[in-house]
């Protein structure tokens, strides 16, 4: 039977307008971090949202939290798709939201077209994909698929000295957490619906990108102690500081990602603490964080090698101790070919323009792949825009790519 799907453009758009609006900073800016007061108005919003669609609502000890429109046949596999919507401080209102709010529009697109679909279609929202509060992305998926364990996660502590357990208890998440590992099998595909966050749909004027692979991210915290002092009197002969031996370290970073000969290694230092941060103190203490990030696990793992050497070289030479704590280090996925194949297919059929693509930012769907078959979607960001307040996709983009992602959800689900 083909299905006549209609995609509520306008609704959708107002609905990424509300969402944005519950946020810790001013528009148009969004700042939503995990278990805050103001992720936990947004996520009773969203449930709200699925609830009015005549979706079941269920959340798991962690908060990740499954709306399921129930197929014909309750024991097969479910069908999944969906994003997050937690945003780091001074982001932007698409970055994982276009792929929650799109696959709940693309669920009731499909309910109003009457298709009866086999499998259930669940809409799936995860916890902390960002790594703003506890130092790891991807939370909720990690702890899905198994490649964290509870009691790593019950070690997660943020700045503030608070706990993972502590929060989500105070959140009222009482299950253990033990129970969030989801069984090989509970999805038979998931597929999710994401901007780009890069140039090349926006520069190729192509306005969908079919994933094929998805980059491997690694990240660390290096902390340099050196010896702090008066800055007017401490010679500089007799100086050990520590921020100029991380300044050597992040250049020696940048340097070694440049070197590999492939564009898709990257690295990038973006948090500096420097102690004690007075302007007349020779700095005692530094810490940074190094997010490496490649399509190549060998040439990413040879990166952090590389990274190692330059920690070793700059203590030696600046007489400071430096140290590495390793937060992960993950494998790249390959996306699952029905999916590829299922995705491409809907773009042909309503003759759609589309691009073979690497995910070089990673998503909850790397995890989701090693317990499902999984597949990403990618539609346009203007100028590859994300993680900042401008970051864009329009309207057509976005209700196009919702379309894209009813249809694979039919095909999949029949």
């Not at 010896?227 to 520590?242: C, I, K, Q, T, Y």
């Amino acid at each position: 039977m083909s299905l006549s799907l209609q995609i509520d453009s306008a609704r959708l758009a107002s609905e990424i307008e509300t969402l944005a609006l519950i946020s810790d900073a001013q528009p148009p800016a969004v700042t939503r971090v995990v278990f805050t007061p103001t992720d936990m108005r947004a996520r009773a919003w969203l449930i709200g949202r699925c609830e009015s669609a005549g979706l079941t609502i269920r959340q798991d000890a962690v908060g990740n939290v499954f709306a399921r429109w129930q197929g014909s046949d309750p024991a097969a596999s479910a069908i999944g798709t969906g994003s997050h919507i937690d945003a780091i401080p001074n982001a932007g209102r698409y970055d994982g939201v276009v792929g929650v709010l799109g696959g709940l529009e693309a669920i009731r697109a499909l309910r109003r077209a009457a298709l009866r679909p086999r499998h259930s279609i669940e809409l799936l929202m995860f916890t902390s994909e960002e790594p703003t509060r506890f130092g790891i992305g991807c939370l909720g998926s990690r702890l899905l698929s198994g490649a964290l364990s509870p009691e790593a996660a019950r070690g997660l502590i943020d700045k503030d000295g608070e706990s993972l357990e502590q929060v989500r208890l105070n959140a009222g998440l009482d299950q253990e957490l033990e129970s969030v590992r989801l069984p090989q099998g509970y999805y038979r595909a998931f597929v999710e619906l994401h901007i780009e966050q890069g140039p090349v749909l926006d520069r190729e004027r192509v306005p969908l990108g079919v994933v094929t692979r998805i980059a491997a991210p690694a990240s660390a915290r290096i902390t340099i102690e050196g010896a702090g002092g008066h800055a007017g009197g401490v010679l500089m002969p007799d100086r050990h500081d520590a921020l100029c031996a991380a300044a050597e370290l992040v250049l020696a970073i940048e340097y070694a990602a440049r070197s590999t000969g492939s564009v898709d290694t990257v690295a990038t230092v973006g948090i500096c603490e420097v102690f004690p941060g007075a302007v007349n103190s020779i700095p005692s203490r530094v810490r940074i964080s190094v997010d490496a990030r490649d399509t190549d696990l060998a040439r990413r793992d040879g990166l952090l090698q590389a990274v190692e050497t330059a920690a070793h070289q700059v203590s030696e030479r600046r007489a400071v101790g430096i140290t590495t704590e390793q937060l992960n280090a993950d494998a790249p996925a390959e996306c699952a070919l029905a999916i590829v194949e299922a995705l491409s297919a809907a773009c042909r059929k309503h003759e759609q323009k589309f691009l073979p693509i690497i995910s070089r930012a990673y998503h909850d769907t790397l995890f989701i792949s090693r317990i499902a078959p999984a597949g990403m979607l990618f539609i346009p960001c203007r100028g590859g825009y994300s993680h900042r307040p401008d970051e864009y996709a329009s309207v057509e983009d976005i209700g196009r790519g919702t379309l894209m992602l009813a249809e694979t959800l039919a095909s999949l689900s029949a």
